[in-house]
């Protein structure tokens, strides 16, 4: 994904807005977070920052699954940070409004650092990675997952057939996610891909679910207008539909492990 593509004022609304509906649309959010817990491995006492928390899923993860004691939420959006607060045994945790790219923490401060589908939001990788190497405490560890190029490859596809406006988002590819790690200076990068397909009764049901999560297009270079009810039907047209008169998005999931220094 380009750096500087996307529009954070219109990522943070959008989160914003998806705060009340996200939990009950982001059942891939949390298969992938019940996956990526697996491969966090810190001691209990340790001080671990949740990047991208967003209502708190993966922050409970953290406390009930792994038994970390010591947990920072951090999110773009305070409605998000709210609904976190919310949850049974997160009341407790501190939490913090900023942009993962610029994180407002000390140097060596942290154990951990972790993000379950939060980091392809990002701007600029480069410098998001560049925050966690400086945040983190010696041989500290940086787990996460994010979003592969190729996923929502059927929707790009379709869209691709309307104009050429880009409809859905850009996504890294794991051999660009490496690079930005090795520039940013982690070693021992170790990644697992695994692409999900998930069945919806029609295209509209697809949409719904992705606004519904706040992850809808939020490119700079989208179409500022309208999209027309003729374009909606032409892209819905070019969707395959299988036998059964559903559809399937692929959503290609990317699984980090390293560690920091």
Not at 32 to 60: H, M, N, P, R, S
Not at 246 to 261: C, D, L, P
Request: with cysteine; aromatic share 6%.
């Amino acid at each position: 994904m380009a750096e500087s593509v996307l529009d954070k004022r219109q990522m943070r609304s959008s989160f914003s807005q998806a705060s009340k509906s996200y939990d009950a649309m982001a059942s891939l959010q949390r298969k992938v977070g019940k996956e990526l817990i697996k491969q966090v491995q810190l001691k209990d006492d340790a001080l671990v920052l949740d990047v991208g928390c967003g209502t708190g899923f993966f922050t409970q993860q953290l406390q009930n699954v792994a038994g970390l004691q010591n947990i920072i939420a951090l999110d773009i959006a305070l409605p998000m940070l709210l609904k976190t607060q919310q949850r049974e045994s997160c009341e407790s945790v501190p939490l913090v409004c900023a942009d993962a790219e610029q994180l407002p923490l000390t140097a060596n401060s942290l154990d951990g650092v972790v993000s379950n589908l939060a980091l392809q939001w990002c701007a600029s990788l480069g410098e998001m990675f560049s925050e966690v190497q400086r945040v983190l405490r010696a041989n500290g560890q940086f787990v996460f997952s994010t979003f592969g190029e190729s996923a929502l490859c059927e929707l790009k596809a379709a869209w691709a057939e309307v104009d050429d406006y880009p409809h859905v988002n850009e996504f890294c590819s794991e051999q660009d996610i490496k690079l930005q790690l090795q520039k940013s200076g982690f070693k021992n990068i170790r990644t697992i891909k695994h692409t999900y397909l998930v069945k919806y009764a029609n295209v509209m049901e697809l949409m719904r679910e992705l606004k519904g999560i706040g992850a809808h297009n939020v490119s700079r270079q989208r179409n500022k207008q309208l999209t027309s009810k003729g374009q909606i039907q032409s892209m819905v047209a070019a969707y395959p539909v299988d036998e059964e008169g559903q559809v399937t998005a692929s959503f290609e999931i990317i699984y980090i492990q390293v560690r920091g220094k």
